[in-house]
């Protein structure tokens, strides 16, 4: 086909054009990175011990199980949802784990919690995803829920865990890194593999997005849907496995309140409540951030409620340096 | 000459390196209709923005009523009674016309509470005055777009502004509506409100604006009264070319590609029968609210149908959804761009592919590099102009958001593409693009169907024009006896 009357001057995409937005794109991860740098920088002058190598691993090891949990929230929130119900997950799967293993090996025990997880989150996909439910209002009613399976299955007292294997999980060393920071990672870099790489991660950005648009393209928006939230309450069973280990007993009360600080490192990760745009890897970033901070305030020596007050304005004063930003 | 109301004079405006406006002129008299026209990207929208408040010119002086006019907030502009109706409309759909006419300046009784008796008598004065039929206790959300519109309008009539921006008023109104919406104008405009107006149907140019001024590239190309000029001086100046008539060559066209046998859906259509061949183009004409789209979703099975039958190639079939109806080849770009189409904060990249994305996938892994020689493909092919594919597809103009959306449904390989108002909100120039590109897609034998609501588009574009009225097929015209006067008959009238 001759063209003979293409427009003049088109700007077409080069690949120099390609470059640049890339690396805007990294300018603006690397936003919250330099937050995360300076931080470790000014830390390092406030306190001798922090750059220390026992006490960065300490500092991964304590982020382990929120940033387990962040991770699973990042695909729900990315779909423009929220699971309010991660914290009571992690309790029912922790109970879980503490019961099965008073008769049945790991091997059983552990496959069994994480998928008594994946079926709670199960049950918040369908309701959010077929029924209409709003996510805010499903999870909420999942919060309860589960947390309430927790106290039934152990009638309200600690499980003690007896199996030493199991101690290993939470709280060994594999080539000098803390099981739970690989556990931490090796969910990360399959869940950015999943969100980057695969029909389905890409999808769940588009939903986020633009739900209607999306179900027009023929995205199957009820099943992924359904997916994100499964992923998030398996996920939740993950961090459930480290949390029993660490402590060795299965608590109903185990995670309360944990849903907040996986939303808080979530979205201090630049991923936006209102679906559509953020990464697992500005998640882990956010978590970093939250961790670092508490580890800095507890070295020096402030006041644990006053460490409530930093924690909270970290928050928002994170998402309104986000918001003006992404307006420029 | 009128007297003048607005005088801006050498605006300028850039973003970074990236010059948008060029010494400007513009100058608006009062009881003036000053037309803007140019193609997308030419500056219109920045132009806008200037009068609007929400940019800051980076030179050039704006005078209104001789006095110098600075502008630092939307807010400033709306204090100097420059009022911007853009085409998403901002009115608060859950409250009553007299609401939304007094939010922000509510009138108060002597308690200080709002005053709803005195609230209600000023508005039927201001609609009265306006010649504007509508009940003002009803939510507005419940009115129809061309009712909204005239609220907003009237909205701004009442806090005194002395000028109306309109940007693309026309672009969601059919053609009745047009004709109230241009009454409504000469109103204002007998008043002694100067009124910019923004289009891309030229012919409204000369229907209800005095002077125009054109733009390219950010630069004014000129302005002339509009009883001295013509289309054609228009169009050449916009594009900074003649323009070359258009020739239609006849198409082979092959087999039944879909057929429709009396397909009813409950409230929006019945009996609907009618077949494209592949090769085909099928214009589906109409006002709004004739059932158009609303076939369209039944066929790409977003909206259930009672009864009758559907045939894609000969075989019946019926869609449980538009995963359904893309395996089977359909493909529908949707006449609502940024509710059912753009992905807003997402590259143009992934916008392009989220169709198919089934088509780049290895080992269960997406293969970005196969994605990106798709994208670049399409970019050339359509002619898309953008900063880059990574670019969010928000940041594009109206055109080429069209144009990546076309690139989507090609994603699928489709065999029958329904295209619902193809070229809504889109500049002279991308528009005929868009027209070549559907006449290409029929010649490599893909059956399509083109709903529309701009006459001229439905003519130059269909082999056969269906004509739709109140759910049901009025009229079945081939091209030959498809006229503008047989298709607006068989569209309105009994």
Known sequence: MTETSSPPAAARAASTGDRSATLYRLLRQTGVLAALVLLIIVSSFLNDRFLSVPNLMNVLRQVSIVGILAVGMTFVILTKGIDLSVGSILGVSVVLFAGLLETQSMAVAIPLGILAAMALGLVNGLGVAFAGIPPFIMTLGMLSFARGLAFIYTGGTPIPILNENFYDLGNGYTFGVP???????????????VLALTPFGRSVYSIG???????????????????????SGGVAGIAGLVYASQLSVGTPIAGQAYELDAIAAVVVGGTSLFGGKGSVAGTFIGTLIIGV???????????????????????????FIMARSSRA | MTDELLQAQALRKQFGNNVVLRDVDLSVGRGEVHAIVGENGAGKSTLIKILGGVHRADGGTMKLEGRELILNSPQAALDQGIVVIHQELSLAPDLTTEENIFLGHFPRNALGLLDRRR????????????????????????????????????????????????????AVLDANRVDTLFDLVERLKAQGIGIVFISHHLEEIFRIADRVTVLRDGERTGTSDVSAIDQDWLVSKMIGREFEAHHTQARGMGEVALELEELSSEGAFENVSFSVRAGEIVGLAGL?????????????????????????????????GPG??????????????????????RPVRENATISNLARFRSLGLLRLDRERAFVREQIEQLDIRLPSMQAEISTLSGG????????????????????????????????????????????????????????????????????????????????????????????SLD
Do not use: C, W
């Open chain 1, 179 to 193: 099981n739970p920071t690989l556990i931490l990672i090796a969910t990360l870099l399959v869940s950015g593999v």
């Open chain 1, 209 to 231: 997005s633009n739900e209607d648009a999306s179900r027009l393209s023929g995205v199957p928006v009820g099943l992924y849907k359904t997916i994100v939230y499964v992923i």
């Open chain 1, 293 to 319: 901070l508490a580890n800095i305030l507890n070295l020096t020596g402030v006041d644990p409620f006053v460490q409530q007050l930093f924690k909270g304005a970290l928050i928002v004063v994170a998402v």
């Open chain 2, 119 to 170: 609230m209600r008598e000023r508005t039927r004065e201001l609609l009265d005055r306006l010649s504007i039929e509508i009940d003002p206790t009803v939510p507005v959300g419940q009115l129809s777009i061309a009712q909204q519109q005239m609220i907003e309008i009237a909205k701004a009539i009442s806090v005194e502004a002395k000028m109306l921006v309109l940007d693309e008023p026309t």
């Open chain 2, 288 to 320: 709004i609210g004739a059932g158009r789209t609303e076939v369209a979703q039944a066929i790409f099975g977003v909206r259930p149908h009672s009864s009758g039958q559907m045939k894609v190639f000969g075989r019946p079939t019926r869609f449980s």
């Open chain 2, 324 to 345: 359904a109806a893309k395996r089977q080849g359909i493909a529908y770009v949707s006449e609502d761009r940024k509710a059912f189409g753009l992905l807003p904060n």
């Open chain 2, 400 to 491: 080429n958001q069209q144009k990546v959306l076309l690139g989507r449904a090609l994603a699928g390989r489709p065999r029958v593409l329904i295209f619902d108002e193809p070229t809504r909100g889109v500049d002279i120039g991308a528009k005929r693009e868009i027209y070549r590109f559907i006449e290409e897609l029929a010649e490599d034998g893909v059956a399509i169907i083109v709903i529309s609501s701009e006459m001229e588009e439905v003519l130059r574009l269909s082999d056969r024009v269906l004509v739709m009225r109140g759910g049901r097929v009025a009229a079945e015209l081939p091209r030959g006896e498809a006229t503008e006067e047989s298709v607006m008959r068989a569209a």
